[in-house]
C-alpha cells in the first residue's frame, strides 16, 4: 500500500474551546462559534479557479473561507462536519483559514495553480537548468516507510531494507523553489520500529499508525510526537490510544472531524474492515472503533483517495493482486455510506502503488515492481472514467512501496523497492501539464547591487544572488531576498560578513549535499580562472563563510556544469579577453558528505566549442545549448550525450539548433517544454524568448521563437529562477554594456 500523504493540519481556534454541554454559554454565543471552526484539511491541497474543494472539519452556516492573497468566500454546508468551497481567481499561494463570528481556525496550506495539472515524464535528475543541484538520495535505502511534510521539510519515517524494520526517522529541507536540500537522519527515532504503517500530521503531533515491527508481528499501537515550535520533532512515545484490531498495510483517511483506517493485513490474512477514531478541538484521537462500512473485498497494500463527496479504493492484494476499485459515500457528518465495487477497474492488478489526484484525474503509480502509470478522469459528481495507461510517462526505473509528495511543481517519488531489493533514490516529475508563460514585466524590487554574470541558488526560503560584476569592478558580494509562500520576493539585501573569496563573473554554481560550491569564472583583467570556493549550508538554508575548495583541471570562465549520479562535470567554457574556447569538459567525484574530489579533463570533446553556454538535463540525456566558438562567433548548435548507468556519459552529437545564434542565454525546464531566454548574438543583446518540447524519451524537437512573448528588457549574462508559479530574471547586460539592477518576472500559466 502506498498512498499519497498531503500535510494535514488540524486548525484550532485563537482561543481554548469548552464543551458547550458542560458550560452555559448562549448556544450561538463564543463557546458555540468555537465549536465550528475546526478545520482538518482541504482536498485537493491545489487546486484552479473555479474548482471546487472540499473542507474537513466542523462548520456551520455563516462561515467563511480566507483563501492566501486576501480573498474571502462563503462556505457551502454539507453537514456539520463538511463544507465545500470554490477556488476564487484572486487565490495564491499560503494559508487558507476558515472563520466564524470572528473566530478563526489555524490555517492548513493551499496553492492556486495557474497552470493545468497533469503529470509528465519521472527523472532521477533534477534538470539544472539554471545551476547544478543535486537530487538528494535516502541516507538509509528503505521501502513501506511513510512520508510527511513536516515544518517544512520532507521526513520519512520507518519501513524497511535487508535488515528488517526500520526506527530511523530523516528529513530533507524544502526549498522555496520545490527543490529539496541533503537527508539528514534524526536523533528522533519511533518507539518501536516498523514497517507497513501510516502516518499524518494532526495539529502539532505526528501520528505514526499500525505497521508490522522487526519481529515480524503485526502492530496495534499508535505513536506520537509533538512537532516543536522550530518544527523539529519532539521524542516518539506509544500512546494509550491502540487501534480495534492490529494492522499493516492499510491506508489512512481524514474525514468531516474522524480518522479513518481503511483495510490492510492481519494475522489472519488482509482485511475488508474500517475504524475511526474522533478527533478533538484540541487536535488529540479518540479510541479507535470499529466503523459500520466495511470494504467489499478483503485488500492490502491498496491506495486510499478522497476525492469530493466520495472515497476511493484502488488495488492492493486479496487472495491475490487486485485490479478492481471500490467507492463509498461521504456523508455531511463526516460518515462513510456502504462501498461498491465499480464497472471501471485498474489496466493491471496493482498492490503497492502510489496514487494521486491533480486537477480532474487520479493517477496510479508504479506497484509490484512496476514502472506504468495509469490515469482516470473524476467527474465532480464522483463518476470515475475509465482508467488507461499513460503513453510517454513513467516512472525512471520499477518501483514498489514507493512514497509519493507533491512539493513545488513536482511530484517527488521517494525510496521504494525494485527487483534488486529497497532503494534510497528520489526522482520526480512536473505537475505541470501546460508549460506555457505569460508576459514578461518589471517589478519594484531591484538587486542591491547591479551585476553582469552574476548566478542565483534557492536554498531554502531566500533567493541568493552571488558574484558578478558591474562598472567598479568585479563582486565579492551576496544579497539575499526571502522568498514569499506565493512567489514573491522581499527586497534584497546584502549579507554582512559573508562574500566569496575571490571576485569573480560568469562562474557556475553547485549545491551538493550541505555545500555551495563557485566554479571558475573570470577575473578583474577577464582571464579565466580554475579555483573553486565552498560555504556550508546550515539547516535553516543561510550559508556559512566560502572558503577555498580546491581547483578545476583547466582555467574557464563562461562555463557550465551538472550533477550525473557520483560526479560533478564542467563543460565548456572560455574568457573575455584572450581568445580561449572550449570543446573539453572534465568531472569530479562527489563525496557522501557533499565534498569533492579532483577533478580531470575527460578524453570527449564537443561537436563544437562552447563559450557562455547553458546545459540541462532531459531524461537520460545532457544537453548543451549554443555558445560562441571563436571571437565574435555565435552558435545555435544543441548537442546532446546519452548518461550511462554509472554515471559516466557517451558521446556529444548535434541533436538541434536555436533559431537564432547566441550565448550568455539563460535556460529554464517548464511542464514540457525547454525555454531560452535572451543572450546575445550578432545583431547584439536579445530579448527574445524560443522554446523546443520535450518529448518523453528526453529529445527535444524543433526551437522557434514563442509568439507574443519576449523579455520586457533584452538581456544577456542574467541570472533566472522559478519560484512557485513564477519565473524571475534578475540583472545582467540590458545592451548597453552596463550592469542592471533591474528584475522581471513572468508567471506560468
Do not use: W
Not at 548537442?639 to 550568455?664: C, H, M, W, Y
Request: glycine letters at 14%.
Amino acid at each position: 500500500m502506498r498512498n499519497l500523504l498531503v500535510l494535514v493540519l488540524v486548525g484550532a481556534c485563537n482561543f481554548p474551546r469548552p464543551d458547550i454541554a458542560t458550560t452555559d454559554a448562549e448556544p450561538d454565543g463564543p463557546a458555540a462559534a468555537a465549536a465550528c471552526c475546526q478545520l482538518l484539511a482541504v482536498e485537493p491541497a491545489i487546486a484552479k479557479s473555479g474548482d471546487t474543494i472540499a473542507l474537513e472539519g466542523t462548520f456551520e452556516e455563516g462561515a467563511l473561507v480566507a483563501f492566501p492573497g486576501g480573498v474571502t468566500v462563503a462556505v457551502t454546508l454539507l453537514g456539520t462536519q463538511r463544507a465545500t468551497a470554490v477556488v476564487p481567481a484572486g487565490a495564491t499561494i499560503g494559508e487558507l483559514t476558515v472563520s466564524l463570528d470572528g473566530v478563526t481556525s489555524e490555517p492548513v496550506e493551499f496553492r492556486r495553480a495557474e497552470f493545468a495539472l497533469g503529470l509528465q515524464q519521472f527523472n532521477a535528475f533534477d534538470d539544472q537548468a539554471a545551476g547544478a543541484h543535486q537530487m538528494p538520495a535516502l541516507k538509509a535505502a528503505r521501502s513501506n516507510a511513510s512520508t510527511l511534510l513536516i515544518g517544512g521539510s520532507l521526513c520519512v519515517i520507518g519501513g524497511s531494507n535487508v535488515g528488517g524494520s526500520l526506527d530511523s526517522v530523516e528529513c530533507a529541507p524544502i526549498s522555496g523553489d520545490g527543490s529539496l536540500g541533503a537527508f539528514a537522519e534524526l536523533t528522533t527515532k519511533l518507539a518501536t520500529p516498523r514497517r507497513g504503517h501510516r502516518s499524518i500530521v494532526i495539529g502539532r503531533a505526528v501520528y505514526v499508525v499500525g505497521g508490522t515491527d522487526s519481529t515480524g508481528a503485526v502492530l496495534d499501537t499508535v505513536e506520537t510526537a509533538a512537532i516543536q515550535a522550530n518544527g523539529s520533532l519532539g521524542p516518539f512515545s506509544v500512546m494509550p490510544v491502540a487501534l480495534a484490531t492490529p494492522r499493516t498495510g492499510h491506508t489512512l483517511a481524514l474525514i468531516g472531524a474522524s480518522l479513518y483506517v481503511i483495510g490492510g493485513a492481519s494475522g489472519g490474512g488482509s482485511l475488508s474492515s474500517l475504524e475511526r477514531a474522533a478527533i478533538a478541538p484540541d487536535g488529540s484521537l479518540g479510541s479507535f472503533e470499529t466503523d459500520s462500512s466495511t470494504l467489499v473485498t478483503s485488500r492490502t497494500a491498496h491506495t486510499t483517495v478522497v476525492a469530493g463527496a466520495h472515497v476511493y479504493v484502488f488495488g492492493g492484494h486479496g487472495e491475490t493482486a487486485l485490479a478492481t476499485v471500490e467507492r463509498a459515500a461521504i456523508r455531511g457528518d463526516g460518515s462513510i455510506g456502504a462501498f461498491s465495487v465499480l464497472p471501471q477497474s485498474l489496466s493491471v492488478p496493482r498492490e503497492s502503488s502510489t496514487t494521486v489526484v491533480l486537477g480532474r484525474s487520479v493517477f496510479v503509480l508504479g506497484g509490484a515492481a512496476s514502472s506504468t502509470v495509469e490515469r482516470a478522469s473524476l467527474g465532480a459528481d464522483g463518476s470515475l472514467g475509465a482508467f488507461s495507461v499513460l503513453t510517454g510517462v513513467t516512472l525512471a526505473s520499477p518501483l514498489e512501496g514507493t512514497e509519493s509528495v507533491l512539493i513545488g511543481n513536482h511530484l517527488y517519488l521517494v525510496g521504494g523497492s525494485t527487483s534488486a531489493g529497497p532503494v534510497a533514490t528520489t526522482m520526480r516529475a512536473s505537475i505541470n501539464d501546460s508549460g506555457a508563460l505569460a508576459s514578461f514585466t518589471p517589478v519594484a524590487e531591484q538587486l542591491s547591487t547591479a551585476r553582469i554574470g552574476a548566478s542565483s541558488v534557492i536554498i531554502g526560503s531566500s533567493l541568493y544572488v552571488l558574484g558578478g560584476g558591474n562598472a567598479q569592478g568585479l563582486v565579492a558580494s551576496i544579497e539575499r531576498a526571502p522568498v514569499q509562500p506565493d512567489g514573491a520576493l522581499a527586497p534584497f539585501v546584502e549579507l554582512a560578513g559573508v562574500t566569496l573569496v575571490n571576485p569573480r563573473s560568469n562562474f557556475t554554481i553547485v549545491a551538493l549535499g550541505n555545500f555551495l560550491y563557485v566554479l571558475g569564472g573570470l577575473n578583474s583583467s577577464g582571464n579565466a580562472i580554475s579555483t573553486i570556493e565552498r560555504a556550508s549550508i546550515a539547516a535553516d538554508g543561510t550559508i556559512g563563510t566560502f572558503a577555498s575548495a580546491g581547483s578545476l583541471a583547466t582555467t574557464r570562465g563562461h562555463l557550465t556544469s551538472a550533477v550525473i549520479g557520483g560526479f560533478l562535470y564542467v563543460l565548456g567554457g572560455g574568457d573575455a579577453c584572450c581568445g580561449l574556447f572550449l570543446n573539453t569538459l572534465e568531472r569530479a567525484p562527489i563525496a557522501a558528505d557533499g565534498s569533492l574530489g579532483t577533478f580531470s579533463n575527460l578524453a570527449g570533446t564537443f561537436a563544437a566549442k562552447h563559450a557562455g553556454p547553458a546545459s540541462a538535463i532531459l531524461g537520460r540525456f545532457l544537453y548543451v545549448v549554443a555558445g560562441s566558438s571563436s571571437p565574435g562567433v555565435y552558435s545555435k548548435l544543441v548537442e546532446r550525450a546519452a548518461i550511462n548507468q554509472d554515471g559516466s556519459l557517451g558521446p556529444f552529437a548535434a541533436v538541434s539548433s536555436l533559431t537564432t545564434a547566441k550565448q550568455a542565454s539563460s535556460i529554464a525546464v517548464i511542464g514540457r517544454f525547454l525555454y531560452v531566454f535572451g543572450g546575445v548574438g550578432g545583431t547584439g543583446v536579445e530579448a527574445t524568448v524560443e522554446r523546443a518540447e520535450i518529448s518523453p524519451d528526453g529529445s527535444v524537437g524543433a526551437f522557434a521563437v514563442v509568439p507574443d512573448i519576449a523579455l520586457s528588457s533584452a538581456r544577456a549574462m542574467h541570472a533566472l529562477t522559478v519560484v512557485g508559479s513564477t519565473i524571475y530574471v534578475l540583472g545582467g547586460d540590458e545592451g548597453s554594456g552596463v550592469a542592471s539592477r533591474s528584475i522581471e518576472r513572468a508567471e506560468l500559466e
